[in-house]
């Protein structure tokens, strides 16, 4: 089989070589024909691995691996890895709990196999050990029944705020792209009118809170959302223009403070020279 040695050339030989490329090595036992997502699986990084990856006559999901190794093309951190799949059947095993509370709450594909790739049953651990090291907790050596069912809980609802985070993330980038289209739209619409001075970039800036409250606007109607768009515009209207008095007082301000030596450079004197 497969063992550590020979993952860790591989790794090297890959590393060495990629210098123009960015790449993504995923090893798995041989193929079976199940369909993906029958089951969980676990991934661990090649160098974590010290003998034989696998067991004798182990397999793993082809349309599985396929999936895993597509969806690592979109995962900025997954570039570079080089890491070993491996079904987690056994629901006891803390591979499974991962995989199974991450579909429970809603996790798609992408989500989890970024999990799994980047953090994995090993970061996890490694995040529940420095929390309990910066707690200063104690550990008991057999857990109840409720200290389990507490310890699923807490597993669970990390699941869910890391996917709550990635939800936001992801919204941000959607909002931004939006807006950023608004933008260049409503320049190049102006410019066809009248020809703007300004290069668009500095344009986009000037109206990115407009842009941003467009791209709030339409984000939410597509996703259904209640927006009552004549009150919202008034609002903003409004907002913007509380900004701009806001801003008006403050340079206003400002030059009042001034002193008059700032206002006015001081006058250079004549120098005279004797016969």
């Given at each position: 089989g497969v063992g550590g040695d020979a993952l860790g050339d591989a790794e090297e030989l890959l590393?060495?070589?990629?210098?123009?490329?960015?790449y993504?090595?995923?090893v798995v036992p041989e193929w079976n024909d199940e369909p993906e997502a029958s089951c969980a699986f676990g991934i661990v990084n090649a160098t974590d691995v010290s003998d034989a990856a696998f067991v004798a006559g182990e397999t793993f999901s082809r349309q599985e691996s396929l999936r895993i190794i597509t969806?690592?093309?979109?995962?900025?951190?997954?570039?570079?890895?080089?890491?070993?799949?491996?079904?987690?059947k056994d629901a006891m095993s803390l591979e499974n709990l991962l995989v199974t509370s991450m579909r429970e709450?809603?996790?798609?594909?992408?989500?989890?196999?970024?999990?799994?790739?980047t953090s994995g049953a090993k970061g996890y651990n490694?995040?529940?050990e420095s929390q309990k090291e910066a707690e200063e907790w104690e550990k008991v050596p057999v857990e109840t029944e409720e200290e389990k069912a507490v310890k699923a809980q807490t597993k669970e609802e990390t699941m869910l705020l890391y996917k709550q985070k990635r939800?936001?993330?992801t919204k941000q980038k959607e909002l931004e792209a939006m807006a950023t289209t608004w933008a260049k739209r409503e320049?190049?619409?102006?410019?066809?009118k009248r020809r703007i001075v300004i290069k668009e970039d500095e344009f986009i800036e000037v109206i990115w809170d407009r842009a941003m409250f467009e791209a709030d606007l339409k984000y939410r109607t597509m996703q259904g959302q209640a927006v009552n768009e004549t009150e919202e515009r008034k609002a903003f209207r409004e907002e913007q223009e509380?900004?701009?008095a806001a801003a008006y007082k403050k340079e206003q301000e400002r030059w009042t403070e001034m002193q008059y030596e700032e206002l006015e450079p001081p006058q250079e004197k004549a120098v005279r020279f004797g016969r």
């Open positions: 590393r060495g070589g990629a210098t123009t490329f960015a993504t090595l995923l969806e690592c093309l979109a995962i900025d951190k997954a570039a570079g890895k080089c890491v070993v799949a491996s079904a987690a709450v809603g996790f798609n594909r992408i989500e989890e196999i970024e999990f799994m790739v490694d995040m529940i939800d936001e993330a320049y190049l619409r102006k410019n066809l509380k900004k701009k």
